[in-house]
């Protein structure tokens, strides 16, 4: 029975093969070992291009899209995200320099982060980064000195909690009123960030900014939240008599991991979302701003895989079959945090129907470092490559050198063939930083 690959860029070649793009992936794993990140350009670029038509379509040329680069933040991203005309959400300085190390323009960018520092300010100022997200009144203060100092006029945009659910991980909702991210409505705590960022004299604010979670699979929580924002934007026509020129909602739409999980029509959340928007503008008389969405793990997350090989099966008759890779937690800390759930492809029989329950350790002295738990997984031997889908979001932006492992090299497909984009690490850049 053929299997389920979730995703339409990858199928099985005649010899049982799991492909990406056109590209064998046990050739991948034979020519630049193992574990190894894929990433998939054409389907990035698919994912870019869906959203930016779709923001069209409903908003015209007030539609834009920002790319979360927390999702995934390497060089060779950035040239693409600015020829499909995306802009850049980036979240530190680390961001920002990967970014215009990538080409990516400072003006396209909208810097994030609940806890920007003096030095972070002062480079985003210099390198004329295009908007900053104000969180709190602290950020205000100091970015207001800042821009001062430099006789800069810097945008911004205040970011505000809706006090939204999304029903997601607890550790990925942002909008909730008791985040630390953001000033919430209802405390009035962001009608008194707003109103002090209205008095500064080098800040122009343009906005307000709203997160309200990650991995969201329903359009409920974006309606819920559209209505919420308009509310508080007549609220601040109302009180302050100010009028956005740009409303940004943030990211948040889901992915496919499993075969359980939905699939998400991004046209039609945005078609939905947009219509919700416009009516409820218009009710309180209010032009549209530019609307700007924000989505990481739905630009790059289904683009990409991680291969692995199996170097150990431990049968424990009568408990469970462990199938130890050659990477885990260090490379993908999703299950360790969330309990995330993947699909797992044996990528050399990947026609067979999935056999064998297992559990899938990495290779680090700690017992939570799986892949996941009770996954099918067909005839798992040593030796094997095993494809773990849906990896191209929140895996190599969350690795880490635990137990002094070196984090894995990334390739990207072009047109059949992969080029590598990101260096395995090696035992010396392990050492780099030891005095
Ligand atoms: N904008 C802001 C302000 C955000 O905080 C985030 C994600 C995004 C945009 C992008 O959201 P996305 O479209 O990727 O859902 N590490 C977690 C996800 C944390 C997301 C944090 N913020 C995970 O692995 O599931």
Not at 12 to 39: C, F, Q, R, W
Not at 139 to 149: H, I, K, N, Q
Not at 305 to 320: E, F, M, N, Q
Request: glycine share 10%; hydrophobic share 40%.
């Amino acid at each position: 029975m053929a299997r389920d690959l979730i995703h339409d860029n990858l199928n099985i070649s005649s010899e049982n093969h799991l492909m990406m793009a056109g590209v064998d992936t046990l050739s991948l794993a034979k020519e630049y070992g193992t574990p190894l990140y894929v990433l998939d350009e054409d389907k990035l670029r698919r994912n870019c291009r869906e959203y930016i038509q779709a923001m069209k379509a409903a908003f015209g040329d007030k539609g834009a899209v920002a790319y979360a680069g927390k999702a995934l933040s390497i060089k060779a991203l950035y040239p693409i995200i600015n020829e499909e005309g995306l802009y850049a959400d980036v979240v530190s300085q680390g961001e920002i320099y990967t970014a215009l190390a990538g080409g990516f323009p400072g003006e396209k960018m909208i810097f994030h982060g609940v806890n920007k520092t003096p030095d972070e300010i002062a480079f985003a100022l210099d390198k004329g980064v295009g908007i900053f997200v104000v969180d709190n009144e602290e950020e205000l203060c100091l970015l207001d000195s800042a821009a001062v100092a430099k006789g800069i006029q810097q945008k911004i945009l205040v970011r505000i909690t809706l006090g939204i659910d999304p029903h997601t991980f607890e550790e990925v909702k942002t909008g909730k009123i008791d985040s630390q991210f953001g000033a919430g409505v209802e405390t009035g705590m962001a009608k008194e960030l707003v109103a002090k960022a209205l008095e500064k004299q080098n800040l122009q604010v343009m906005g307000f900014h709203s997160h309200i979670g990650s991995q969201i699979a329903e359009v409920k929580p974006f309606l819920d939240q559209v209505d919420k924002i308009v509310s508080f934007v007549k609220y601040m026509k109302d009180e302050l008599g100010f009028t956005p020129e740009i409303l940004n909602l943030g990211g948040g739409f889901a992915i496919r991991y499993t075969e359980e999980d939905p699939a998400v029509d991004v046209e039609a959340n945005i078609k939905a979302l947009g219509e919700r928007l416009l009516d409820q503008l218009s009710s309180q008389g209010i032009q549209l701003p530019q609307v700007i969405l924000e989505p990481g793990r739905s630009i790059v997350g289904d683009a990409g895989l991680t291969l692995y090989t199996v170097g150990r099966v431990k049968v424990i008759p009568g408990y469970r079959t462990h199938v130890i890779v050659d990477g885990g937690m260090t490379d993908n800390p999703r299950f360790a945090l969330y309990g995330a759930k993947y699909t797992v492809v044996n990528a050399g029989k990947a026609a067979e129907a999935p056999d064998t329950v297992c559990t899938i350790p990495g290779r680090c002295c700690e017992s939570g470092d799986r892949i996941g738990e009770d996954i099918k997984v067909f005839d798992p031997q040593v030796g094997d490559i095993l494809a773990v889908l849906s990896t191209g979001a929140y895996n190599y932006s969350m690795a880490s050198n635990y137990n002094r492992v070196p984090r894995p090299a990334m390739v990207m497909l072009k047109n059949g063939s992969p080029r590598l984009v990101v260096k395995r690490e090696t035992l010396d850049d392990l050492i780099a930083n030891d005095l």
